[in-house]
């Protein structure tokens, strides 16, 4: 959040120090129709201004290379894989664990009352 608020500050008086600076054209004095020639504030401040726009310039360079670099970072490390839930303990010490996904055998009544569905014949009872 902290680098945000930089990027964004530092872009908004970077902004601000290109438009006020002199140019060759007369700068943005010039081109809404006032003197273009003449410095609202002094000669000597040319030298300043190129010198202040070169060092924000750069810290906006860093700013944004710091700012791509820790959005890959992030991208990078992703969410954490989330662990399996914890196997049930079987009921008696001998017994196996049910595992929700597995059915069990079919019984022997179960096969003979599907055999006889399967022949047509659904008054047949198992034996």
Same mark, same amino acid.
């Given at each position: 959040?902290?680098?945000?608020?930089?990027?964004?500050?530092?872009?908004?008086?970077?902004?601000?120090?290109?438009?006020?600076?002199?140019?060759?054209?007369?700068?943005?004095?010039?081109?809404?129709?006032?003197?273009?020639?003449?410095?609202?504030?002094? @000669?000597?401040?040319?030298?300043?201004?190129?010198?202040? %726009?070169?060092?924000?310039?750069?810290?906006?360079?860093?700013?944004?290379?710091?700012?791509?670099?820790?959005?890959?970072?992030?991208?990078?490390?992703?969410?954490?894989? *989330?662990?399996?839930?914890?196997?049930?303990?079987?009921?008696?010490?001998?017994?196996?664990?049910? @595992?929700?996904?597995? *059915?069990?055998?079919? %019984? *022997?009544?179960? /096969?003979? @009352?599907?055999?006889?569905? /399967?022949?047509?014949?659904?008054?047949?009872?198992? *034996?």
């Amino acid at each position: 959040m902290l680098l945000v608020v930089l990027f964004l500050l530092c872009a908004v008086i970077l902004t601000l120090l290109v438009l006020i600076q002199r140019g060759r054209g007369g700068g943005l004095a010039g081109a809404f129709g006032g003197p273009g020639g003449h410095s609202a504030f002094g @000669t000597k401040t040319a030298d300043v201004f190129i010198k202040a %726009t070169a060092i924000l310039g750069a810290v906006f360079f860093v700013l944004a290379l710091l700012a791509a670099w820790l959005m890959k970072q992030d991208q990078l490390g992703g969410p954490a894989p *989330e662990a399996p839930p914890p196997a049930e303990a079987p009921a008696e010490p001998g017994a196996a664990a049910p @595992t929700g996904g597995e *059915e069990t055998a079919p %019984t *022997e009544s179960d /096969t003979e @009352t599907d055999a006889a569905e /399967t022949r047509g014949d659904t008054n047949a009872e198992p *034996e």
